[in-house]
């Protein structure tokens, strides 16, 4: 009852500090709006002013005002009114980096708390033609970078945010578009706030729509994503912490890779992370993907009331050893109330930056797929109440694993996560291997074209139960196949 009472003054406090809050106009300080003038330096100096004077807004009237890097400090608010545009400078050479780790950013934020971007305006990276003048700088050898794949790091292009070792953060209402990099990082932060913000972020490669790294007591609520790559991606770069306590709650994903993702990076781990009530449709790859590969863990994860509409995979968990790490492991999943739709054509066709045509040969993959190690089992796993149509069509003469070879089905533990890395699976709908304590209620699957797969297979799986689950598929009367697995019980 003390910490109830507690956190509720607290709360209170904090709202009579932003009511008395002290709001500055930008043109107060000679920042100019005419989208020609650089910025960064009046900008800068009306952070630290209002930082210095007990904190306030800084506002940012109709206009487009440039910039370079700018950063926040502690009870500052970037304050965009509608018509209100930052743009980032075209210039590389106006943007800062910072190390350990190293990332470049628009608007950085460092070990600070009370801080803002609100409002109905906009941050504009223009990321395209920013990423196009780093090339030529490092063709020129002005700029060092290891340039792979035809374009420099994602570290050395610019986000629009990065903020770490932060807390009390608030980003609300603004538009996010058109970064050089991922779109808004928060690393290592805590008490974060994401709510009804658009997100459009499809103009270069590796552009990620949000991404959670190692942050506690978080919530990203209510807003719209468009990506290039993941749209939502909790990560774990740091051993030593985890994201936890994370609500992920009425949010509209569309993505050229995954829908809602944690494990790019797994060495520290996800636990009691909530995704309810979200949409995620043109997605090349998963709409759910939940991966441990690099020591660390997920566990107590709820997934509630998902739609899901072109998407290359619903749900994919997996369990890897990435990088040797022997103590990676995924317990206590729950996955219920989706309705989905995997189409027969690419998914993500009409992009600028397209998923590739990869991990071929293979049909168009099963739906549900959850692949352990034999050393580290998935555990725990709760799917029901789930609506899933596949396209079906799966061709022997094209790709085949047959029933009498599923030990020809790779392990590939060190392999990069995604859920074409196997290539050809044997099931259509759903795909088990190294798991045990499963259970599957009330799961309606519909395959439209014939497949020479079947509905669900089972590789060592242990105690697993199929309670209420039905498919349609033409000629096909089996439900499952079931190889080195005991316990398994059909209802």
């Known amino acids: 009852m003390q910490l109830r009472k507690f956190i509720v003054v607290s709360i209170l406090l904090l709202q009579v500090q ?73 210039n590389p050479f106006d943007y800062e980096s910072r190390t ?25 990276g223009q990321g395209k033609y920013v990423a196009r003048n780093y090339v030529d700088l490092i063709d020129k050898g002005l700029i060092k970078d290891k ?59 590796n552009e990620d729509g949000i991404d959670i790294v190692d942050c506690e007591n978080v919530t990203v609520t209510n807003s719209y994503i468009d990506a290039a790559d993941d749209g939502i991606c909790l990560k774990s770069h740091d051993p030593k912490v985890a994201c936890n306590n994370i609500l992920i ?46 020591g660390g863990y997920v566990e107590h994860i709820e997934v509630d009331s998902l739609q899901v509409y072109k998407t290359g995979n619903v749900i994919f968990l997996r369990v890897g050893e990435r990088w040797g790490d022997k103590t990676a492991r995924m317990n206590d999943v729950v996955i219920r109330n989706v309705y989905a739709e995997v189409p027969a054509t690419k998914p993500d066709a009409g992009y600028s930056y397209e998923g590739p045509v990869e991990d071929l040969p293979r049909n168009i993959s099963p739906g549900i797929i959850i692949t352990g190690l034999a050393n580290k089992k998935i555990t ?34 060190a392999q990069y996560p995604d859920f074409s890395m196997f ?5 259509w709908g759903i795909y088990v291997r190294h798991a045990k304590d499963l259970q599957f209620s009330n799961i ?9 797969r079947l509905p669900v ?33 059909t209802r």
Request: proline letters at 3%.
């Open 423 to 427: 290539k050809e699976l044997p099931a």
């Open 380 to 413: 725990g796993v709760r799917i029901s109440n789930v609506v899933m149509k596949h396209p079906g069509g799966g061709n022997p003469q094209y790709a085949q694993v047959s029933l009498t070879q599923l030990d020809n089905v790779p392990e590939i533990p």
């Open 444 to 452: 309606a699957m519909t395959c439209e074209k014939t497949d020479y």
């Open 249 to 294: 709650r009425n949010n509209t994903v569309r993505t050229s890779a995954n829908g809602i993702k944690f494990g790019t990076v797994s060495r520290g781990g996800f636990k009691n992370v909530r995704i309810i009530n979200n949409k995620v449709f043109d997605t090349y790859r998963s709409a759910i993907a939940l991966e441990a590969v690099d």
């Open 100 to 124: 350990n780790p190293f990332w470049t950013a628009l608007v950085f934020a460092d070990s600070v708390e009370n801080i803002a971007i609100t409002g109905k305006g906009m941050i504009d």
């Open 18 to 90: 932003v009511l008395w809050a002290k709001d500055y106009l930008a043109s107060y300080f000679g920042i100019h709006s005419d989208g020609m003038v650089l910025n960064t330096r009046s900008i800068q100096f009306a952070i630290d002013y209002i930082h210095k004077n007990g904190g306030g807004r800084l506002v940012f009237h109709v206009g487009r005002y440039l910039t370079g890097t700018i950063h926040l400090r502690s009870n500052v608010t970037l304050q965009l009114e509608e018509g209100a545009v930052l743009v980032g400078s075209l």
């Open 147 to 205: 340039f792979r794949n035809g374009r420099p790091e994602a570290e050395t292009r610019p986000m629009n945010i990065y903020f770490r070792n932060c807390k009390n953060i608030t980003i609300k209402n603004i538009i996010l578009k058109n970064s050089a990099s991922w779109n808004q990082t928060y690393d290592q932060c805590a008490n974060l706030l994401i709510d009804s913000i658009y997100v459009d972020n499809k103009d270069f490669w």
């Open 457 to 489: 297979v089972l590789d060592d799986v242990q105690q697993a139960t199929f309670n209420g689950v039905t498919f349609n598929q033409p000629g096909q009367k089996q439900l499952l196949y079931q190889y080195k697995s005991t316990g398994i019980v």
